[in-house]
């Protein structure tokens, strides 16, 4: 590594926490929280070494690390790092304060104004910011939000659906039409069938997730469509057909009569109509 040379292995084992020690290096996510959180910080009374600029002598000062919160000072390098650009920051030509330690003292506060207001610096903060916070379980990490706010949508989405079958289902036992000729399943105002009069009277009933479901959903996603009205009566139907034939395997005795006949548009029909005695001996 370029510190090698300048930093032993007896100065390095001394700073644990030397931020030198782990540039461009593989990090799990403890030991980046550490380097954030647990940075090496001299002690009252550590004597920075002296480098000669232009024949007076310059050195670290410890003041800049109160001036400069994301500044660190490498102690095995005796050099500074911006420690969230170093673990966060992204791109081209990194250079000093990232990827090598900055020495230049003799300039130290102009170039280190200069380093916070650069744009990749700014971003690692933020990323610096927001992964201490999830690694103190302040806040859940992208995926965790990504995937608690689709559980949300997915609980929402079935409570609308329980709204529109139930009113499905209710204008099916009551023997009542869903729609007219002329119906799109959008609730408007001049759309008077039954099923939408349903859904607006369970809204006015206080059916909050219905009706902001209804005011905030996408046009080609409000599950009150002809389709959608048609895909819940297909499946209750199936629902229907599959426990009247469970029913009828069980049964003592069964009857079957079919009949066909052609309606007005020429279309051939088939009733077919089953009766059967339960174990009770009550006959369906």
């Known amino acids: ?19 030198a020690k782990y540039i461009s290096q593989s990090l799990s996510d403890e030991d980046r929280f550490c380097l954030l959180t647990d940075y090496y910080t001299p002690s009252s009374d550590f004597s920075f070494p002296g480098t000669v600029f232009h024949k ?15 500044l660190v000072y490498s102690p095995s390098v005796d050099g500074a790092f911006c420690r969230c650009c170093a673990l966060f920051a ?55 939000q990504l995937d608690s706010n689709a559980e ?16 499905v289902l209710f204008c099916g036992k009551q023997g009542l039409a869903l729609r007219g000729d002329n119906d799109d399943g959008v609730l408007k105002e001049e759309n008077h069938s039954n099923f939408n009069e ?14 902001k479901h209804l005011a905030t959903c996408k046009p080609n996603a409000t ?9 819940v009566t297909n499946i209750t139907g199936e629902q229907i057909r599959d426990s009247i034939l469970s029913k009828v395997e069980n049964a003592r005795h069964f009857s079957l009569l079919a009949d066909e006949a052609t309606d007005s548009g020429n279309w051939e029909q088939l009733a077919v ?3 059967f005695v339960d174990d009770k001996e009550e006959v369906h």
């Open 1 to 19: 590594m370029w510190f090698s040379e300048e930093a032993t292995p007896s100065q390095l084992s001394s700073y644990s926490s030397d931020i």
């Open 152 to 167: 949300k949508q997915i609980l929402i989405n079935r409570q609308v659906l329980t709204s529109v079958m139930k009113t």
């Open 90 to 144: 992204k791109g081209d030509n990194l250079g000093r304060f990232v990827t090598a330690p900055y020495k230049n003292w003799n300039n130290a506060t102009t170039d280190m104004g200069v380093h916070q207001t650069l744009k990749y610096h700014t971003e690692a903060m933020k990323s610096a910011d927001d992964f201490t916070s999830i690694m103190k379980e302040e806040k859940m990490d992208i995926k965790c």
């Open 56 to 70: 007076k002598n310059r050195r670290f000062q410890k003041k800049w690390l109160e001036s400069f919160k994301w």
């Open 223 to 231: 599950y009150v469509s002809k389709t959608a009205q048609n895909n």
């Open 273 to 275: 109509v089953l009766r």
């Open 198 to 211: 349903l859904l607006k009277f369970r809204i006015g009933s206080v059916d909050e997730v219905l009706e």
